[in-house]
């Protein structure tokens, strides 16, 4: 049950008595960024193959056909893999 209460004054005695409320607010905001901030986990290493996906000049597409323009994950896998051989 919430309990209100009137109050009757100048602007300046009600802000006194309530203080200032975008102060607060703002004050709010910038702890909540902070806390989100030291709570973002810590990014893992990409592995060889997702460093090698991300790079566009070794992306392999099809030319024609239903998949035009969609990645051949069975080439670039081949690519990838004979690139990695010694």
Do not use: C, P
């Amino acid at each position: 049950m919430i309990n209100l209460v009137k109050i009757e004054g100048t602007l300046d005695e009600i802000r006194e008595l309530v203080g200032d409320v975008k102060r607060t607010v703002r004050d709010v905001k910038l702890t909540t960024k902070k806390a989100a901030k030291a709570a973002t986990k810590t990014r893992r290493k990409l592995s060889a193959w997702q460093r090698y996906i991300k790079n566009k000049s070794n992306h392999i597409k099809f030319k024609r056909g239903d998949k035009k323009g969609r990645l051949d994950l069975k080439k670039m896998s081949a690519a990838f893999k004979r690139s990695r051989k010694k």
